[in-house]
């Protein structure tokens, strides 16, 4: 079975920019979680989507934003980029909705903003 | 107080050691518990997981879950210099996955 997906793997942008990270779930898998990883601030849950729905978000700016469609995969996006978004972004899929949640990572996009 | 709180390490320990890796969580509602092994400029890898108290083995890897304590471990036996990575502790509560920063394990040859 294909594990999680992201595209692009790295990406390069400019302040003020914006951007769109893809994420393809593990098939079957139905809920999907974002993550942003710096080395100061370590990993940070940005949102949760299952079945189309943000059904939990972290504590970041509106900037930061995503959807999920309805074969399970999920776009992240961030508005007017700042230099202090460069960082990892992790996304991690799930098989179903419950509490116990095993999440397995995609292997990241590496954004960079200059 | 951080939610998920682990030692940065580094720990060190040589090859075939035991590593002992701690984690501590402060939401007492917390259901579930997992470790996961990072290797520089990889991403996170589930190994373990573990939701009732008491220990759960899986190969060379010790789960040990103390939810009175709110406690968390990881016990690697013989270890292995491949083991050398960071380890991270998550813990989830409320439908949202909380990580600690994680704990650089190295092993000796």
């Known amino acids: 079975k294909a594990g999680v997906t992201q595209t692009p793997r790295y990406l390069i942008k400019t302040r003020g920019q914006q951007v769109t990270l893809s994420c393809s779930p593990i098939?079957?898998?139905?809920?999907v979680s974002w993550y942003q990883q710096t080395p100061g601030q370590g990993l940070q849950f940005l949102f949760e989507?299952?079945?189309?729905?943000?059904?939990n978000k972290g504590n970041f700016p509106g900037r930061f934003s995503g959807r999920q469609f309805s074969n399970s995969r999920s776009e992240m996006n961030v508005s007017t980029l700042e230099l202090g978004d460069s960082a990892l972004y992790l996304c991690?899929?799930?098989?179903?909705?419950?509490?116990?949640?095993?999440?397995?990572f995609g292997p990241g996009t590496r954004l960079t903003v200059l | 107080q951080k939610e998920v709180e682990q030692n940065s390490g580094p720990l060190s320990v040589p090859e075939g050691a035991i590593a002992s890796l701690n984690c501590t969580y402060s939401?007492?509602?917390?259901?579930?518990f997992f470790w996961y092994r990072q290797y520089s400029g990889k991403s996170p890898e589930l190994i373990m997981f573990?939701?009732?108290?008491g220990d759960k083995e899986d190969g060379r890897f010790t789960a040990q879950l103390n939810k009175a304590s709110q406690y968390v471990s990881l016990l690697i036996r013989d270890s292995q210099p491949s083991d050398s990575a960071t380890y991270l502790c998550?813990?989830?509560?409320?439908?949202?996955?909380?990580f600690g920063a994680g704990t650089r394990l190295t092993v000796k040859p």
């Open positions: 991690a899929s799930s098989l179903e909705d419950s509490g116990y949640n095993e999440q397995f």
């Open positions: 098939s079957g898998h139905r809920s």
């Open positions: 989507y299952f079945s189309e729905t943000q059904r």
């Open positions: 939401d007492r509602g917390s259901q579930s």
């Open positions: 573990i939701y009732s108290n």
């Open positions: 998550a813990v989830n509560g409320n439908n949202d996955m909380r």
